[in-house]
């Protein structure tokens, strides 16, 4: 969704760079890029106007006069303000001290209100509630047949007892929810009310009288990210006619330009609290401001990739799988089957191009991103799962007429698993030198990893007990040579402890990544 105000505020910090220091001329090209960037991302013009100001005043001052690298100063503080206009502090839900806690979901027609509640209780199931949805949109055709089926998808509760399209009434069914989620011991009611087109007066009576049957702990205002500066609009109206606690904000991973999201916040005076950003029921997470100002400045977003990491991988499958690595075999524990393990590991946490987005720089390469092919991986399972466990624990032994077999038996051509099983070798090797404290092919190793400074000492050891030759013309040749390599470490030597001058063009790579780096 941010792609494009990602695209320009990068152009402009790339023109800073290189500067020494930043004239009140480079400050006013600055800030006129970035509101112009800011502009056609539809964002609101009082908070455009807002931001700029803020930038300005604190880019003219001090802190970054006398700044080292007043680029990367300026960059600072762009992040910091995007932080601010997006809420600042990350808000969490409020939970009642006694009895069940009441959330009630409000909006307009086609926000994605009744999706979205089973997104919210499939996420308060993962934090260890028992969540109740209740049905209380009667009004709109096959409203509650849909909130029941999401809730049987997302594995909680619903509260139904009318069948709606134009049935019931939702004061009732709110009131009578709660007693039943005490009777049941549900500890969260999550209310999904009607919608409509656009703000009336019908509408804002009925949330009014659910709000003050149930009276809730919180009430979410959700809100379509894709529909732009009405989002605003609409927001401020059900401040004003009901009263909202906080936002969320529904289809973040669309294509239109965002401004709602960077706007709503400020506008309001009410914090986003969540974003779903997918249709699946997982695609859903709390809403931290500080994350998505680095993900839209392209700095990346390494906390949620570690939560969604944890949240997915076992301590102890990954023990166990470093122990593999680290084995006195150089690696040969960690077979074919261990490899689809950890792959399906990986898949688990989502899109691949998702997950490649969460990293730093890799807006740079979004088009390759976006363009990769995620059948790769289930190409790459079905050629593993076509070989015998003999083959996945000894992949040595699949020669020509066992690799024509498995290429049968998963539809690709042989060459597909030729090209898998010597990757697989490849990463293998480089897997086990890191684990085993061998750093990266060709370098050092690293202290504290496996082998580190006592595998160091040895080496010291063992070049300290070298002998030098008996035969008289050897050991000249040999003094010779040693006399020339310290003399050319005197004269200085390039970085990598490679020959002064060869540290560039003629840096060769070690032979095991050459195969990666194509």
Not at 43 to 57: C, G, N, Q
Not at 133 to 158: F, K, T
Not at 410 to 433: C, I, P, Q, T, W
Not at 451 to 458: D, F, R, V
Request: aromatic share 4%.
């Amino acid at each position: 969704m941010f792609d494009t105000l990602s695209d320009r505020l990068s152009a402009t910090f790339k023109n800073l760079r290189g500067k020494g220091r930043l004239s009140e001329a480079d400050i006013d090209a600055t800030a006129r890029e970035i509101r112009i960037a800011l502009l056609e991302a539809d964002v609101a013009l009082p908070v455009v106007r807002a931001f700029i100001k803020k930038v300005k005043e604190r880019a003219a001052g001090a802190e970054v006069s006398k700044a080292l690298n007043p680029a990367q100063q300026v960059l600072k503080i762009v992040n910091e303000e995007l932080v601010t206009i997006l809420g600042g502090e990350t808000r969490r839900l409020r939970f009642a001290k006694s009895g069940p806690t009441v959330i009630m979901l409000a909006g307009l027609q086609g926000a994605g209100k009744t999706t979205l509640a089973g997104k919210l209780g499939l996420w308060l199931k993962g934090e260890g509630h028992s969540p109740l949805l209740v049905a209380c949109d009667l009004q709109r055709p096959n409203a509650v047949n849909q909130l029941s089926v999401v809730a049987e998808r997302a594995g909680v509760a619903v509260y139904a007892p009318q069948p709606g399209n134009g049935v019931g009434d939702p004061v009732t069914v709110a009131k009578d929810s709660i007693e039943y989620a005490k009777t049941k011991q549900y500890d969260v009611v999550v209310v999904d009310t009607a919608g409509r087109l656009g703000i009336d007066q019908e509408l804002m009576q009925q949330a009014a009288d659910i709000r003050d049957a149930v009276s809730p702990d919180e009430i979410l205002f959700v809100v379509d990210a894709m529909i732009g500066q009405d989002a605003v609009n609409t927001a401020e109206a059900f401040r004003d006619g009901v009263g909202f606690d906080g936002v969320v904000l529904s289809k973040l991973d669309g294509d239109a330009r965002g401004g709602a999201a960077l706007s709503i916040a400020h506008v309001t005076g009410r914090q986003i609290m969540f974003a779903s950003n997918g249709e699946k029921l997982d695609e859903f997470d709390a809403f931290h401001p500080d994350r998505m100002a680095s993900r839209i400045l392209d700095m990346g977003d390494l906390l949620t990739l570690i939560e969604q990491a944890e949240k997915t991988f076992s301590q102890e499958e990954a023990a166990k799988m470093a122990s593999k690595l680290q084995s006195s075999k150089g690696g040969k524990d960690f077979t074919l089957d261990d490899f689809l393990a950890q792959m399906e590991q990986v898949r688990k946490m989502g899109s691949i191009s998702k997950l490649l987005g969460m990293l730093p720089g890799m807006g740079q390469i979004k088009d390759q991103i976006a363009n990769l092919d995620e059948k790769d991986v289930d190409r790459t399972a079905a050629i593993i799962k076509s070989m015998t466990p003999k083959e996945r624990a000894e992949p040595t032994i699949i020669n020509g007429s066992r690799r024509a077999r498995i290429a049968k038996g998963s539809g690709v051509e042989v060459s597909a698993v030729k090209n898998l099983v010597e990757r697989f070798f490849d990463a293998r090797k480089m897997m086990s030198k890191m684990a085993q404290g061998g750093g990266m092919p060709g370098m050092p190793g690293i202290p504290g990893m496996g082998g580190g400074p006592g595998k160091q000492k040895k080496q010291i050891k063992q070049a300290k007990g070298k002998r030098k030759s008996g035969n008289p013309m050897k050991r000249k040749a040999e003094e010779q040579a040693a006399a020339e390599r310290r003399e050319q470490a005197a004269q200085g030597g390039g970085a990598f402890g490679l020959p002064a001058g060869q540290g560039g063009k003629d840096f060769e790579l070690p032979d095991e990544f050459k195969k990666f780096m194509g």
